[in-house]
């Protein structure tokens, strides 16, 4: 499993924050909450850094995720009903900008916390083409 260990002392750091704060607060204060638990425990954090995305060479925009752990793993605190189709389309697009391999969206909803993995993916594959003639 990619960054097995890393992924679960950052699901673990989300546990501890939603029994601390309880669900029903804004997403930002779990994130801040994040920040301050997954630092206790000796990771290092980036919040909100921006990633340039060009087109033929120009400058089009800044992706920008919320935390990157240890320069390894992307993590999106949110508070949603449920994860949705987009939700993991714009991890994909930080995975592909970043060059990170994992992403997780952490949803502090409910007071059963809730993740969900994504992966970078990894070169093209028959689905990525699909023949539009057949």
Same mark, same amino acid.
């Given at each position: ?7 679960? %002392? ?30 206790? #425990? !000796? ?12 087109? #033929?060479?120009?400058?089009? !925009?800044?992706?920008?995720? %919320?935390? @990157?752990?240890?320069?390894?793993? @992307? ?21 592909? @900008? ?7 969206? @952490?949803?502090?909803?409910?007071? #059963?916390?809730?993740?969900? #993995?994504?992966?970078?993916?990894? !070169? ?11």
């Amino acid at each position: 499993m990619i960054h097995g260990e890393l992924s679960g %002392d950052i699901i673990g750091t989300a546990m501890e924050v939603l029994n601390e704060l309880k669900p029903g607060l804004d997403e930002k204060l779990y994130e801040r909450a994040m920040v301050i638990e997954l630092k206790h #425990r !000796g990771h290092s954090v980036s919040v909100q850094s921006s990633f340039p995305v060009s087109y #033929r060479g120009e400058l089009i !925009g800044n992706l920008i995720p %919320d935390l @990157i752990v240890d320069d390894a793993v @992307i993590v999106d605190p949110k508070v949603v009903s449920c994860f949705t189709d987009t939700n993991v389309a714009q991890m994909i697009g930080y995975l592909n @900008i970043t060059s990170l391999d994992l992403a997780l969206l @952490i949803n502090f909803k409910n007071a #059963r916390l809730e993740w969900k #993995r994504v992966l970078r993916p990894q !070169g093209p594959s028959e689905h990525d083409n699909p023949d539009l003639h057949a």
